[in-house]
């Protein structure tokens, strides 16, 4: 990034701290904001120093299908003393060389992530994943799913009901019949 010798900051913003700079066929979005709650510049009335001061800077690539990657950088530049903040040229700089390099771990990242993810390979059972040939079971020994877990939890939900039909005992928690409650 080139800076502006000719303004404090490196480049021209505005009056609110923002400014929209391209480079390298991106659009930068760039915001100088000091950390204060006040909108009158000066020492906190309880430290007596000067808000420390932002610089953050953020651009996006759109891709298709709405797909959209960002890269976001921030610079906080301290005050020295009781001084306030002076405009340095490099932050800006350094706030965009952050947001190139938040672009680019965002970017291995979503490389990552679609090199796992398989398209669906409609067997219908949202796995996924493609089978590798020779390790499905031979027809004649497989078994039917729908049968087999139907028959288990039917044998299940029996032996549940029989072990809680012997086992169980009444105990009541109710206060409504106590004397004492009432």
């Known amino acids: 990034m080139d800076i502006d010798p000719t303004q404090p900051w490196g480049l021209a913003i505005d009056y609110a701290g923002r400014a929209t700079l391209t480079e390298s066929g991106h659009t930068i979005h760039v915001n100088v904001s000091d950390t204060s709650l006040s909108s009158v510049i000066g020492p906190d009335s309880i430290s007596g120093a000067y808000s420390p001061v932002n610089v953050t ?11 959209v990657l960002r890269g976001t950088g921030r610079i906080t530049i301290m005050p020295v003393g009781a001084d306030p903040v002076a405009p340095d040229p ?4 350094r706030a965009v060389a952050a947001a190139l390099t938040d ?29 590798d040939p020779g390790t499905e079971p ?11 877990a139907g ?19 009444s105990t009541s928690t109710s206060t409504d019949g106590d004397p004492a409650m009432v």
Request: include cysteine; charge should be negative.
């Open 90 to 93: 490099t932050a800006v700089q």
């Open 57 to 67: 800077a953020q651009f996006t690539e759109t891709g298709e299908y709405g797909a």
């Open 138 to 148: 031979a027809p004649d020994t497989e078994s039917d799913p729908e049968t087999t």
């Open 151 to 169: 028959t288990t939890a039917e044998t299940s939900t029996k032996a549940s009901a029989e072990t809680d039909t012997a086992t169980s005992t």
């Open 103 to 131: 672009f680019e771990t965002n970017s291995a990242a979503y490389v990552a992530l679609c090199a796992r993810w398989q398209p669906d390979d409609g067997a219908g059972d949202g796995d996924g994943t493609t089978p």
